[in-house]
């Protein structure tokens, strides 16, 4: 034999390998007749491609009966494991494909609404056109019902502003949210243009949310009167807006509002900050690979 293997594989060949794994199962090539479903020669024929390919004598074969030679033993063994590998590859395609034409659960911050929703929706419409067999669940909340979903299942992916952390759960960077300290009209500090100090802003009454916030905002919250709770953004604003609270909103969320003349920015030491925005999704639960898509999908939308 000579023209050693160059170690490439085409279909033909493992079509020839697989042959010849039967052809050793069942002892010889007179009787891989029937489960192959061909005559000896043809087998024969198929054989001697597989060895002219590899350049080595596989077998034995003739009046003494069939056995392998040392190369053949390898290979053979070789040949075995390729096909289950095979096997292998197509059952993880079959699961991916399933998934992608599967339901998929994802939760995410009603904030977004607002300052993300051309991303988000856009970022939907290519998932939906590139995979029109996907069922998907989609649902806005509080950044605590989007942490709950998540832990208890509910969801397969979040989205949301900073969440609280959780030993139970896989956190992504996403993207950031530029956050502002407001107030409503009939606000004492509404329309005041001057830096308002920390003594002065815990003189009123503050909105708290269920999510933290950017390290360089936690002096001023120390010094907050938290007197009410609005997780959701709209609740928050229902709030601002009765003149009665101070409270942080998205800036872009809040700027319709205060195009309208209905909402003022508080200027205060560390009221300008921004919060960092998170994928999360269970560790104990593998990733689907429709999520991933929708995770690349939305951080694509989100940078463009």
Known sequence: ??????????????????????????????????????????????????????????????????????????????????????????????????????????????????GFQRPISNAIARLAADHPRLRLDFRMGDPEQVLIAVLDGAADLGLTAAPRQNDLLSYSSAFTEDMGLFCGRGHQLFSERKLVSLEEIGQHNAIATYMDHAPIARDLLAHMSFTARAPTILSRIQLLLSGAYIGFLPTDVAALWVERGELSEVNAPGSRFQNPCFFIRRKSEPEKLIVRLLKQNLMHEASV
């Open 1 to 114: 034999m000579t023209n050693p293997f160059s170690g490439t594989l085409g279909d033909g060949e493992i079509a020839l390998l697989r042959e010849f794994v039967v052809i050793v199962e069942a002892g010889g090539l007179s009787a891989a007749e029937a489960r192959l479903n061909k005559g000896k020669s043809a087998i024969s024929l198929n054989l001697k491609k597989l060895e002219t390919r590899l350049g080595m004598t596989l077998c034995r074969r003739g009046r003494g009966g069939f056995s392998l030679t040392e190369e053949g033993r390898i290979t053979h063994s070789a040949a075995v494991q390729l096909l289950e590998e095979l096997h292998r590859f197509g059952a993880h395609i079959a699961n991916a494909s399933a998934s992608l034409s599967g339901f998929v659960r994802f939760h995410a911050d009603d904030s977004f609404l607002f």
